[in-house]
């Protein structure tokens, strides 16, 4: 090892000890308030440094500070840097002040002493800068922490090695992907329906990219397979009964045979104050819009909310979907008792892919949504108006999802050659507490047949939900909510299909949940009477994994 090599390595105690020692500086006695501290550097640093400050004196020995007393706890330290490297400097009127704040200038000052003598005693080559003492104590922690410093280098070895193989072969610098499974284990109960269906092992898996270019952008792209399909719900008559009641959240975008599908590109990003959302395929009008329902939506029908489609979302958001674009655009200022107000415009076509006739993006079903959202203290509220059309063949409340209608019944989905439908919505949410949530939806849907001789008709549908976050531990939630599915009263259809579900998610660990439920269903088929439906009832294990 060369000379100079040793005199750096000796030297470089004074250049440590003397970045401790104004560090101690800086932090002040241990007595000294946070506040006061904080106002001296504040006043340091608006002030001209007084001219006290700005000339430190250098000191031979430690015994020249007034202020500095053998009983002090680092007297020690200070001894031995004044008096074995020389750099350390006090003030003209003998005093250290080691208790008090350090201004910057003081820091660069006392730094600048040190390194002053460092240079010296490695230009000067002095003899005894490297004793035997030093040479002794250096080589004797070389061989008691050879075996350490061995492993140390092998582990910096290995790091950049990983590092690099990293670096290589990332997968991108602005997408992060998030995947989501679900088991769920179910059967449908009571009388006919319980005879024809049996209990079932059901999937879906979701693997989503999420990229974003400037931080407040995001493109979401997702990959979805699952083969999960709804129970016959049966009248008296063992006769399947055309109905999107009890449809579970996991079953939409199923493809029932675990096929994968790119079944969501969409796009969001600000512009101005405004936010924009741009859907390529897949987008939904609850990707947007606020439903007020904290604690049973789940933003993606995901398996993290309730367990069907109709506790998840008021059914006036299920209508259309697609490809299309919207816009929220806020107006309050977050001021006075009503506060996070917005505008909410959207439009989503379902056959804007195809050139064909009666498709594309506007001649095609599409569905156009306004809302205005208000917050008022604990309270959110929604107004919404749905616009759609409907071609021959169509369901109300599709969602786009490629199952047919996945919330309410016959009598309310389907429609007779093409149609027009004007819906409207008002949503509301509650929350006293972080241990208490109510929410609840109301819906009408006036339904006009495009063609002559066609028969409007009317849909309602409503419900009310009660949710109790972290009972039981946090991240648990026990919910139940309950309603009316989405109904059209008709002739032979008079009853109202109402809906009671209960579940409970129980969080495992930070990416497992279990969710037990069950689903209570009347009239699935708006039908009680003789040869209509008995009440059926659906219990579901849902596990949820998130990575």
Known sequence: MSNILWKSLVVSPAVLGATLLVSSSAMAAPTATKEATTVETRATEVAPVSKESQILAQVTSVSQFSDVQPTDWAFQALQSLVERYGCIAGYPNGTFRGNRALSRYEFASGLNACLDRVNELIATATADMVKKEDLATLQRLQEEF???????????????????????????TTTKLKGEAIFAVSDAFSNETGDANNTVFQDRVRLTLESSFTGKDLLTTRLAAGNANGFSLRDKTNTPIATAVGTQTFEVGSTGANAVDIDKITYQAPFGPARVYIAATGG?????????????????????????TFAS??????????????????????????????????????????????????????AALGQVNFNVGKIGLAATYVHGYHGTGSTLFDNDAGIGAVVGTSQANVLTGATSSNSYGISAAFQPSNKLSISGFVSYHNIVPETVGGSDKEA?????????????????????FG?????????????IPYQVEGFYKYRVSENISVTPGIIWTTAPGQNS??????????????TTFTF
């Open 483 to 495: 309603g009316a599915q989405p109904y059209s009263l008709t002739a032979g259809a008079g009853d």
């Open 146 to 172: 050879s075996a350490e410093l061995a492993t140390l280098r092998g582990r910096v070895d290995a790091l950049e090695a990983r590092t690099t193989e990293l670096e290589a072969n990332q997968f991108s």
């Open 284 to 308: 939904q009008h609850s990707n947007y819009a606020a439903v007020n329902n904290p604690y049973f939506f789940d933003k993606t029908d995901g398996g993290n909310g309730a367990l069907t």
């Open 313 to 366: 979302e008021s059914p006036i958001y299920r209508i259309g979907g697609g490809s299309g674009i919207a816009i929220n655009l806020p107006f309050s200022k977050g001021v006075g008792p009503i506060k996070g107000s917005s505008l909410t415009f959207g439009y989503l076509a379902s056959d804007a892919e195809s050139p064909g006739a009666n498709n594309g993006l506007f001649n095609g079903n599409y």
């Open 460 to 480: 309602w549908s409503y419900g009310v939900g009660l949710a109790l976050p972290d009972f039981g531990k946090p991240g648990n939630v026990l919910g139940v």
């Open 529 to 542: 009477g003789v040869g209509g439906a008995n009440d059926a009832f659906i219990g579901t294990l849902r």
